[in-house]
């Protein structure tokens, strides 16, 4: 008689990822460092959840999940070898290669549907959008669009139909990943807007005493990494820290958040702010200072998208006659809003010249800009940097200092990196 097939799950090691299983909200997200357990924790409450699921009228309990990452080839590289890790398929189930469809059958009493669907292709997406589900998990969801996360909470809670049964049990999105950004929506949906039904749980960092899963990793583990990461990296990886991660080639290597990073900054009085100013169909604003070092401080920013300057410009001047009350400003702005601008034959110039704006054009010479920029960022005034950024006041503009804006890799026959 073949012996019967035991697996062990607990959350002695991991007192976060156990405050995520006990908890019903509909939409729940686990961030932390790698090698943190979050996947594996994924796996078990799926499980889970399959044996709380109210029987059929056949006594069976049946699940279907949706399991989602952005590419099949990370989906078949670490989702689904993870799921086959804890549920290896000669002894509990079978999979169909072709469908992504993997059905759980050995526990007694309880069957579980596995349905696999990147997002690397638009019919991907359709199909995912056209699933019966009773509750889906995004893993590594950082990598994933938040316009499918919103849609695929719809596919849940639709099986079992309730026509055939009391419907599903429990429904809803959980979520695991690596730190994103700070503008992520991630980021957005939970520290931001905090509805309710949304529900995060933050690991510690790696190299808390509080530490999760650190008994089953290697001893140097995440020392490893920090001599391997720069410091974003390791505030993301190792930490379990928002961090903007780089990808790419950055336009300022040498930027550094936590040398060039600052938060509340203030106008120093009596000297004048300049005003950078940035058109299209995205106009944006910066306001800035040279301090008496010669030090430059971005302190604040104004952002849209699809706004015509018209409206923006009116926002922000308003905005900043109280915010910057007393002071001069002098205003810089791109050469190309000299040109006429869509709505009429009048230039971008001219409309803010019109406010009362007196803006002149900055140089087009793209080196000179970007070694101007450069030259300050690797420049030291008395052990400080000669340029510094308000984190808080200006998030975009932080981010594309630390990678966001960056030189697109190319294809190369050589297998060498090159960039444009």
Known sequence: MP???????????????????????RIRGVMGPFGSGKSSAMVAECVRRAFEQEPMADGVRRVRIGVVRNTYRQLEDTTINTVFEWLPPNYFGKYYKSE???????????????????????????????????FAWVNEAREVPFAL??????????????????????????????????RSWWYNL???EKKKGVEIFKQPSGMSP????????????????????????????????????????PVYP?????????TGLEPVKGLRLIRGWDFGLTPACVVA????????????????????????SEIVLREQKLLYKGFEFEDWGDPAGNSGVDTDESSCFDLLMGRGVDIQGSTNNLRMRLEAMRRGIDTLIDGEPAVVVDTQGCPVLAEGFQGGYKYKKILDSSGSDRYQ
């Open 289 to 312: 200072q040279v301090a008496p070092s010669g030090q430059l401080r971005f302190l604040k920013e104004w952002t849209t998208q699809r706004a015509g300057l018209d409206a923006f």
């Open 3 to 25: 012996k019967p097939i035991r697996i062990e799950y607990s959350y002695d090691d991991a007192p976060t990822l156990a405050r995520f299983a006990r908890s019903n909200t």
């Open 210 to 249: 509080k530490a999760e899963n650190r008994k089953y990793l290697a001893p140097t583990y995440y020392e490893d990494l920090i001599d391997l990461y720069d410091e974003d990296e390791a505030r993301a990886y190792v930490h379990g820290e928002y961090s903007f991660i780089k990808d790419g080639k």
């Open 190 to 192: 939970f520290e931001v």
């Open 149 to 182: 996360i919103k849609p695929l909470l719809g596919r849940c809670n639709r099986f079992p139909s309730r026509r055939d049964s009391v419907g599903a049990t429990w429904h809803g999105i959980f979520m695991d990943t690596n730190p994103p950004s700070p």
């Open 100 to 134: 992504h469809r993997y059905v759980v059958t050995s526990f007694k009493g309880v069957e579980i549907e596995f349905l696999f669907r990147a997002l690397d292709r638009p019919e991907h997406v359709s199909n995912l959008l056209s699933l019966e589900l009773t």
């Open 254 to 262: 040498g930027y550094r958040s936590t040398l060039h990073g600052r």
